[in-house]
């Protein structure tokens, strides 16, 4: 296909390829969750979790207006009605509470109360899934309880406690300081009492998360921490390399003021800052694998699932001390409550969670989320989540159980599939993390595009390009990716010499790791068109360069260079710490040419379909059972109910040959026979209409 033929069409589809067996990305970066070959391991085959109430009843009196019935509701959350009323719909384990942050001494008559909970749920068949608070220590109750906890607070730079972000009407919520081994000590004792005493399922962890500056904590834990971390990461050389000098005796947090705010700063360059970011973010991260080390320690089938949130345009390590590609190896499921509703908005910006179910398979890990807030929610949960998550709060609603009794009946098509994504996107912590504004939100437009065009692609962290190869990434893109280090430049060398295919946008490689402008475009031998960055300049500044795309042969591979990503319009305005959300999720406005250099460079892609920009699709193998699972979703499925005459060219692994394909979906029932023809080892075929979601299952 030419690339007039191929822009023609490149809303219906895209060019087509087979790819190696068994070789989506899920089998390639198997490694990369180390917890998840060992520890619950039964969540492989799927999560249905649903519940009453995670709030104790001590909770609903402290935070007060509550109702006089409050107590008869704490109880009827956890009774055995609703229990039995979620295991008829469906439910395979209930949620419910555990400890809030009050102190075990407050809370253990209702800690209690979940033991026996778990119990009953055991005796039903069921799993148990318990929450625990991560970062609330309630210290009318916690110092009474333990003195001690009164040096476990985080504390601004003026001594005050800082607490959680849930405002003043919850001022007894202060943040604990996860610098100070004490308090992750007591933690443990917690999390103990859960896997010992309950024998729970399920750990969920909540609030995972630290607050953004000027808001970061200043106590003695944390500069002493902060510093010896910066001595034990650095030799004396290397510290006087990146800081100017050796001794880190005195570094500290950084300090704000009414003329400097950190909401405002759009380019992180200071390295005291970077490094700063970098320690937060480390020291949630040692936590959580002291967490999960002890769970795994007491029983290895217990899941561990923390409440990260999504990819929403966040600078999570800046202003949430978490880093995904730290944080998710340790865990199996994490939460997403950013209650997005996925649709097309007539701006033609299209809603979506597709990017942290992307993430999440990454890590092998699975997403809950608020599905409940729409049908289409609901279907892209099932078309990329691959399992239902959290199905809600007693009484679940109708459609959710309708999803429900068709996951429960098709499992076996959702369990074991590996992703087939033939392009991956790099999101690069250091070029996101010092510059949101402009690597986050080039990546989140390159991402849009690829989603609205059903291009099947993977998020990668930096970890990953040691494992790319072009037997199973055939293309990678690098958009605006600003900070490279030497080893990743030379590793996404040798990937293009062996016959990847490489995209590059703007400024990507034109710094190292800490944001230092090169004296030469890191990435200079394999593109064309990009200049040198201004030293010492910011990245607006830098961007002179080139009108025209430059494409080039490089060894085995192919490489394209995209001078810039246009936000198609004007700009929305610039959010607090530049946050990049849903008013910036729109196809950029040269999505075409970013397309066509994916498929110059990568060649045919797996699989085709033709549709409205509003139709989702992704595509997915089962080896071993011999069938590719192609999921479809309509994002516009409260204004138009149904999609007819979606056409679909779908490969097969080389060497083998279609031999059927039937639809599925939750109006359908079992799967449907279609008529389908073979073209060069593609299925070609016709699905007459698509409601809210279906499957299309090509066998060989």
């Known amino acids: 296909m030419n690339r007039r033929d191929f822009m023609g069409t490149v809303v219906g589809g895209i060019a087509l390829s087979g790819l190696a067996p068994g070789r989506g990305f899920g089998s390639v970066f198997a490694g990369a969750s180390a917890a998840d070959q060992s520890q619950g391991g039964w969540i492989k085959k799927g999560l249905i979790d649903a519940g009453g109430s995670h709030e104790p009843y001590l909770f609903v009196v402290r ?109 007894f919520r202060y943040l ?24 729970t399922d399920f750990i969920h962890l909540d609030n995972f998360t630290m607050s953004a500056e000027p808001y970061s904590c200043h106590c003695p834990a944390c500069k002493g921490g902060f510093r010896k971390y910066l001595r034990g990461k650095y030799s004396a050389a290397v510290r006087k390399d990146r800081f100017g000098f050796e001794n880190v005796d005195y570094v500290n947090p950084p300090l704000w003021n009414a003329d400097n705010r950190p909401e405002k700063m759009r380019v992180i360059s200071d390295p005291v800052f970077q490094e700063w970011i970098d320690y937060r973010c480390q020291t949630m ?141 790099l999101r690069s912590y250091p070029s996101i993390t010092y510059n949101n504004a402009g690597a986050g939100l080039s990546a989140i437009l390159v991402e849009q595009a690829l989603i609205q065009s059903r291009v099947p692609f993977r998020i990668l962290c930096d970890e990953h390009l040691a494992e790319l190869s072009p037997s199973t990434c055939k293309v990678l893109i690098l958009p605006n990716t600003e900070c490279l280090s030497d080893e990743q430049l030379a590793q996404i060398r040798e990937y293009v010499a062996k016959g990847g295919g490489l995209v590059v946008t703007e400024q990507a490689g034109l710094y190292d790791m800490w944001r230092r402008s090169r004296v030469k475009p890191g990435l200079n031998d394999l593109v064309i068109g990009q200049k040198t960055a201004q030293r010492g300049g910011h990245p ?75 139709l989702g699709a992704n595509l997915l193998e089962q080896n071993e059972k011999k069938r590719r699972i192609l999921h479809l979703v309509n994002y516009n499925v409260e204004k138009i109910p149904s999609i007819e005459t979606v056409m679909v060219r779908c490969t097969v692994p080389d060497g083998t040959i279609p031999s059927a394909v039937h639809y599925y979906s939750p109006e359908t029932g079992d799967g449907r026979s279609l008529d389908f023809r073979v073209e060069n080892f593609q299925a070609v075929f016709t699905i007459p209409e698509v409601k809210a979601y279906g499957m299309a299952v090509i066998s060989w």
């Open 63 to 171: 935070r007060g207006g509550h109702s006089l019935d409050a107590r008869e509701v704490y109880e009827h959350d956890q009774s055995e009605e609703v229990i039995r009323q979620l295991r008829d719909q469906g439910v395979e384990v209930f949620h419910t509470h555990l400890y809030k942050g009050f102190g075990m001494a407050a809370e253990m008559p209702e800690m209690e109360d979940t033991v026996r909970t778990a119990a009953l749920v055991h005796r039903l068949g069921m799993k148990i899934d318990t929450y625990i608070q991560w970062d609330s220590l309630m210290y009318e109750t916690f110092f009474a309880e333990e003195e001690r906890a009164q040096g476990w607070i985080q504390c601004d730079a003026f001594g005050q406690p800082i607490m959680l972000e849930y405002g003043y009407q919850q001022s």
């Open 176 to 199: 604990p300081c996860f610098s100070n081994q004490e308090y992750i000590d007591y933690l443990k004792k917690v999390v103990r009492y859960a896997v010992v005493d309950v024998k």
């Open 285 to 425: 991260a040692n936590a959580l694998n002291q967490m999960a080390e002890l769970v795994q320690s007491l029983n290895h089938e217990v899941v561990l699932e923390i409440n990260y949130g999504g990819v929403v345009g966040y600078n999570s390590p800046w202003i949430r001390g978490t880093d995904a590609a730290r944080l998710l190896p340790a865990t199996q499921v994490f939460w997403d409550e950013s209650d997005l509703k996925p649709e097309l908005l007539p701006d033609g910006r299209l809603i979506t969670s597709i990017r942290t179910y992307k993430l999440a398979r990454t890590y092998r890990n699975i997403v809950l989320s608020y599905i409940s807030v729409g049908e289409a929610a609901m279907a892209e949960c099932l078309a990329f989540n691959q399992t239902i998550g959290f199905a809600g709060v007693n009484p679940l609603p109708s459609e959710v159980v309708k999803y429900i009794a068709f996951y429960r009946k098709h499992r076996d098509l959702y369990v074991d599939a590996e992703d087939l994504a033939s392009v991956a996107v």
């Open 540 to 614: 607006i500044a830098d961007a002179a360069i080139n009108e025209t795309t430059g494409r080039k042969q490089y060894g085995h591979g192919r490489t394209a260079y995209v001078p810039e990503v246009v936000f198609d319009g004007a700009l929305p305005p610039d959010e607090p710490y530049f946050t990049i959300g849903p008013e910036f999720w729109k196809r950029p406005r040269n999505w075409k040419e970013l397309i066509d250099a994916v498929v110059w460079t990568g060649g045919e892609l797996p699989v085709s379909v033709t549709g409205p920009e509003y």
